[in-house]
């Protein structure tokens, strides 16, 4: 076969961004002189919900998953020497989409770009912010109505940009099974057609131009056959609802067009050189199979779940696509996968699974019916249990972890501190001062802007209305407005929202068995309570700053609930001040923080200072997520009485280990441990 009638390869991405604008820039350079063909631009989260980094909810997370952007000078400064006509760029950002489609289309103006021909993608999928990852900002409907309006004015405006990228990823990372991710994703996706068609922003002979604008953005887990079903069945039950409901006639139109990022929750901090297989069988399950095969592929990096993977770390992960791409015979032959009995019958028992929980969450309403009620939700929470009870069990083997634990000393994690990045904490000071400095010289030479508050303003009448508002967006951006300002006038009109934590209402995935390790703990916890006199003991779960990717605080929650503790959890973004104040009025007895964003070091010790001055001394601070071991040491020197981190499996032993720090603190006697 001749190399002429090779497949061309997919985009080929790195999932990139830290500490500022201009250190994000070097980086995106760097990466596309080492062949990566398209730029997928990770937010901090400040951006991603909303906030200048000078509020107090930002404090500890300026550039710490991504870059912070407040304003047009920022976004001029990440793609400086970038010619954005010319480069497809994708952006993960959903609650403030619309806010950064706006200012690349203004940045992209100022280089003289044609923005007709601005090629790339938003992610803008609200729905999954609600169920997985947290950085939502409005209510349902408000966040639907952002979604259409972006996907009205690309169409007519930026035709080859994909305004919106339905995201499983974060299904699978919360605890969906292949059937969950296919038809949460893809009653999303109808919500979201159906949002677009009945606003009437869109003649009914464009809805095929809408539809092929649709893209999606999948995990793919290390069950690699399952997953490469999944991809099979995903494009057939697209082509069927895009046919059927929309009456779309063109096959192109109708074609699944889909990126992914590789599983990242299945990468583990035990053995993590095991990571690097895993990724590479990730990836074949979106790329073996030609007539599923992702148009964009970006992979973690194998100690993603130690920290920030450097420089080097990312280039191993782009090197692993390259070789497949341009070293195999992978993309010289037709599907090696039709007429394959054991993948069809795959396909055709996930396809019917998925259009009959589709049709379950048609009944109910819809998507943003669902999400409402908390049925999505409680359905992962759920889910993301039973895994997490099948690993402890030793029932699913992660090798490792709970399988193959023993192992040779790692040379590649020997010096920890540098094998991952680290953001230097000045950066925030930096960040902030230059946001501050923005707002003061805003209005002066060289940029004079217009006032801002002008285009606030017009924003706000705008939502307050029924227009469109990617215009009155464009002129908040080329007014100098920062990305706070535009989220806190749209806020003032839509209001915020917190999302159902689907904690109380999910199932029991452990049973108390007698004999059983969690029999054992209920055991210890209603002794516990009976010698401090009280009926139950009570457990405060919190995420303080903006990391909401609350699935390991919702899975402690959940099974200390089940080990017979009252748990208050009120779920994501919440101040230090704010969690301490729920623990006092609470009266309980220990409180456990979940922090995977890295600002750990900061808002860890200011809940402790914050016990201290209340007198409270006598409650445990427990905390948990992604943090390195210096950093442990450091909570531990500063009050904190246990670490956990992902290596930490074992669910029901952390509970346990919650009851023996309440007693330690309430000079209780230990409780003799069964044999």
Known sequence: MTERQKDRPWLMR????????????????????????GLSVAFDLPTQTGYDPDHILARGEVGRVGVPVAHLGDMRRLFQDIPLEQMNTS????????????LYQ????????????????????????????????????????????????????????NPINICSYHLQEA???????????????????????????????????????????????VRFIEEMCKMRAFGRIWDKVTRERYGIEDPKQRRFRYGVQVNSLGLTEAQPENNVQRIVLEMLAVTLSKDARARAVQLPAWNEALGLPRPWDQQWSLRIQQVLA????????????????????????????????MDRIQEMGGAMAAVESGYLKSQLVAAHAERRARIESGEEKIVGVNIFEGTEPNPLTADLDTAIQTV?????????????HWRDTRYQPPFNHPRPCKALERLKEAAKGTENLMEATLECARAGVTTGEWAAALREVFGEYRAP??????????????????????????????????????????????????????????RARDAGFEVVYQGIR????????????????AVGLSILSGSHAQLVPDVLGRLRVAGATDIPVIAGGIIPSGDAEQLRAAGVAAVFTPKDFDITGIIGRIVDEIRKANKLDPLEVPA
């Open 14 to 37: 790195t999932y990139a961004g830290h500490s500022t604008a201009q250190a994000s820039n070097e980086l995106y350079r760097r990466n596309l002189a080492k062949g990566q063909t």
């Open 91 to 102: 952006m993960t950002i959903n609650a403030t989409a619309m806010w950064l489609l706006a």
């Open 106 to 161: 203004v940045v992209a103006e100022e280089q003289g770009a044609d923005i007709t021909r601005l090629q790339g993608t938003t992610q803008n999928d609200i729905v999954k912010e609600y169920l997985s990852r947290g950085t939502h900002v409005f209510p349902p409907g408000p966040s639907l109505r952002l979604t259409t309006d972006m996907i009205a004015y690309t169409v007519s405006h930026i035709p080859k940009w």
């Open 175 to 221: 605890g969906a099974t292949p059937v969950q991710e296919i038809a949460y994703a893809m009653s999303t996706a109808i919500a979201v057609l159906d949002a677009v068609r009945d606003s009437g922003q869109v003649p009914p002979e464009r809805m095929g131009d809408v539809v092929a604008r649709i893209s999606f953005f999948v995990n793919a887990g």
């Open 326 to 357: 341009y070293e195999s015979d992978l993309l010289e032959y037709d599907d090696i996968f039709e007429g394959s009995k054991v993948v069809e019958a795959k396909v055709d028992q996930l396809v019917a699974d998925a259009l009959a929980e």
């Open 424 to 436: 230097d904490p000045a950066v925030e000071a930096r960040v902030v001062e230059a946001l501050r």
């Open 501 to 558: 934590t689907g904690v109380s209402s999910a199932p029991v995935a452990v049973p108390a068995e007698a004999g059983s390790a969690l029999a054992d703990v209920r055991a210890r916890v209603e002794a516990t309570a009976r010698e401090l006199g009280v009926g139950k003991l009570r457990f405060l779960v919190g995420k303080p700053g903006l990391d909401g990717h609350s699935n390991g605080a919702e899975q402690i929650a959940v």
């Open 574 to 589: 919440l101040t230090p001040e704010q969690i301490v104040d729920a623990a006092l009025a609470e009266d309980v007895h």
